[in-house]
Each structure stands twice: as C-alpha cells, then as structure tokens.
C-alpha cells in the first residue's frame, strides 16, 4: 500500500476546521495556507463561512469534489462517525488527530478505537491514528500538524515514528538551526491502522529519501517488521530510537500510545542484525541523521582532527579510541607542506593542534591552509575541524569547506563548535549544511557519527 496520499494529495478537507485561533481545526488550516500547499483545501465546518480567506463547507458532501485525504480533528465521540461520512463521500485516507482512543486504556476509549477500525475497513479506508499529528512534505508543502509550525529545510532524512515531536518542536528546530534537511516526515500516533511496517517500506522505496530516522515504542508484527527492516537498511541508513526500554518506560508507553514496547534487549538485536543502526537517546538520534544526512560514507576508520585548542585535541583522541576509530600519523609530504607555514617550534602531528599557526597567520588563514592539506593526505578518511566562535575567530565556513572537498570529494567532513555565541554557531551551522559538511556540538559527537558511518560502509561492502 503507497502512502503517497499522506505526503501528495491533490486535495484536503480538514473535518473541524474552526475559527477560532489556537484550536487544531484552526491550526491545521493555517499551516496549509503558511506553508503554501498548492492543492485545493476544503474546511469543514457548518456554522462558518470561510477560514483564513478559504471558503467552508459544512459537510463532505457540500464539497465540490471528493477530497483525496481527510484530516479529522473533533472530539472523539464523534470520530466514527467523521470517518463514516469520509468513506460515503468516497475518500480513502484519513489522518485522526484527536486521542482518547487506545491511548487512554479505558473501555471507551477502546470501544472508539474499535468502532474507527470497523468503519475504515467497511470502505476499504486507511488511516494514521488516531493521536497523530500526520505527515509533512518538505517538496510537496502538505502538513497536518496541529501545531504551529516552520517548514524545515530540504534534505535527505526522512522521519517516522510515534511521537507528535518530529512535527512540532523538532521541526521548529530543523527550520532555525539546520543541521540537516528533510524530506518527510509521518508521525504515527495509535498506529491502529498505518504502522512502523507501512512508513518504512514507503521511505524505503522513496526517492527523497536517504536517510531515514525512527522513534518506536514497539512493533506490531515482529516478522514482517524485521523483513521490512532488512530491506530498507540494505538501501539507506536506517537510524532507531527505542522508548520503553525500561520497566517504568513500558508503563509509560502504554499510556503514551496504547503500545506494549516488548523486550528492549531483543529489539536491539533485531536491529543490529537488520543492518540498522540503534540510537541512545534524542540527542544520539539526532548526532547520527547529522552525520549521515552530510556522507559520503568513509573508506576506512582513520581521522584526521584539526582543533583550535589542544584540549580538543585529547579530547578526540579519547573520543576515537572509545568507538573504534584510528587517529594516524599524518604523511611526510603533509607535515612538510604545513610545515612551510607553521612555527619551526610547532609540534605537527595528528590530532592537529594549530593555535600557533593562527598566532602567525590568523584563524581563517590557517584554517584555509592545513584543512586542505590534512584532506588530502592518504593516510586520512575522514577530517574533522574544530573550533569556537567568538571576537577574532568568527569567519565564514563555506569557502573552507569547498576548499576541502575539491582536494578530497570523497571524504566525509565534520565541523566541530566548542562553546561559542548562539548566533553565531547558527549561522555557522546552516554555511556548513549548505556547504555539505555536518556540524557538531562536541568532538565525541562528531566521532560517534563518523564511526556509525565507517560501520555503515563496512556492512555495505560486505553486503556486496
């Protein structure tokens, strides 16, 4: 079953529009009409005229045409009968943003969650939800969210999973920071139709897509998931964070989305042995779609580092060590190259302190001189260029990083912002992601990244 009607519909009705600002059915239209989604939106409301300049209906079937996919958004007693009406009318596919089904564990709930179940089949529907905020389209400018939201940019990650976070406070922050773009995004509530099997095997296939990220609470069919998972980590990297891996997270989770999370030491295997990659933490998540969303994929395990300071220097050795990287010594040819520009005093080796040259040339003259030369050395796979911003450090990245890929294409690179204003490690960020190189907060991040990408491009080789 495609899912393109989530993420490319010709046409929308929003069940629940409403007039009043804050409200989802308010929200949902506006983020239609804000983020510039060129297909035809219908509102569904029977006590208004128009919302947002669009002119309202007050049921589906006052609808000049069937609406491709339906967004409901009205109190869950009445959701059986929204999705009863959408499949008279003809549609198809619903996204369900109200709760209250079995999320809330209540015979109720439950008994709605059932009805909706019953209904959709009858008209051969499928639905996200209910609980969920839906899909968003980076190229297609479709969104569902019931949140404000800011388009984030344009990129290769695509996200999935049962969280309402990927498209509300997540994409705030895709949109102002950068660290790497988006294609798609499906947030997928109850999962009590569309699930983790369906989004993957889409994303999979899809050609926007390559990278995809992944929060799961637990998986429905442990099978046919694992199939799926096989598939779609031998075709892109597949990155997974798990929630309710311990005995008060599973409670949680219950509630959170009416899930059972399953063993979490199980899961993790299950992952490892598809070929996909499990996350830590959010921040793990995140560290890895950075990495992955700026390849190419490294040859090999050694990394060449570049820092500002000495401190970082130690720090990445650690940081290599700890995850299987290897920091080499640089060639002959390349200490001799930087050496005609360094202190005769400067110790030259790998990780590469170079405050005395900046001492002697300036931050971005040195920087435009030994990162090109570090890239370039055949006894390094990987660069990593540290640094902090503040007055007299501060210069744009973009050259540099342009510089770095002529001499070596093929080679990932990872900027690294230790300290440092907030505005400017924004504008550095997005200079960086424009540039294709990812940026990290903190040395172990970057060498985490590049070491999940070295096992990536070790499994792919393999493979072949």
Known sequence: MSLHAFFAPRSVAVIGASTVPGKSGHIIVENLVNLGFPGAVYPINPKADRILGIRTYPSLDECPAVPEIVVIAVPRDAVPESMAQAGRRGVRYAVIATAGFADTGDDVGLDLDRRVHETAASFGMRYMG?????????????????????????????????????????????????????AKIACLGNKSDIGEIDALGFLAD????????????????????????????????????????????????????????GDAAVFRGVLRQAGAIPAEDWEDLFTLLTGFAHGPLPAGNRAGVISITGAGCVLAAD?????????????????????????????????????????????????????????????????????????????????????????????PVATVLIGGGPDENRAWTIAAHRSGAATFHSLPRAIRALAAMRDAALRNERSR
Request: proline share 7%; with cysteine.
């Open 319 to 411: 940081a290599a060590e700890r995850h299987g990287l290897v920091v080499p010594d640089l060639s002959p040819s390349t200490i001799d190259r930087i050496r005609e520009f360094s202190p005769s005093w400067a110790p030259l080796r790998n990780p590469l302190d170079i405050w005395s040259t900046i001492e002697r040339l300036g931050v971005e003259e040195a920087y435009h001189r030994v990162a090109p030369v570090v890239a370039a050395d055949p006894n390094i796979d990987m660069l990593i260029v540290a640094t902090t911003l503040f007055d007299g450090t501060i210069f744009d990245c973009s050259s540099l990083i342009d510089k770095i890929r002529d001499v070596a294409p093929h080679k």
């Open 206 to 261: 899809d050609a926007r897509t390559g990278v995809i990220g992944c929060y799961l609470e637990g998986a429905s069919d442990g099978r046919e998931f694992f199939r799926v998972l096989c598939r779609a980590a031998s075709a892109k990297p597949v990155i997974i964070l798990k929630g309710g891996t311990s005995s008060l997270g599973s409670i949680a989770t219950a509630s959170h989305t009416g899930t059972l999370a």
């Open 130 to 182: 209910p609980n969920s905020i839906g899909t968003i389209d980076t190229t297609t400018r479709f969104i569902t969210s019931i949140v404000r939201n800011h388009t984030p940019p344009a990129g290769p990650v695509s996200l999935f999973g049962q969280t309402g976070l990927f498209a509300s406070g997540i994409t705030r922050w895709l949109a102002q920071s950068e660290p790497f773009g988006v």
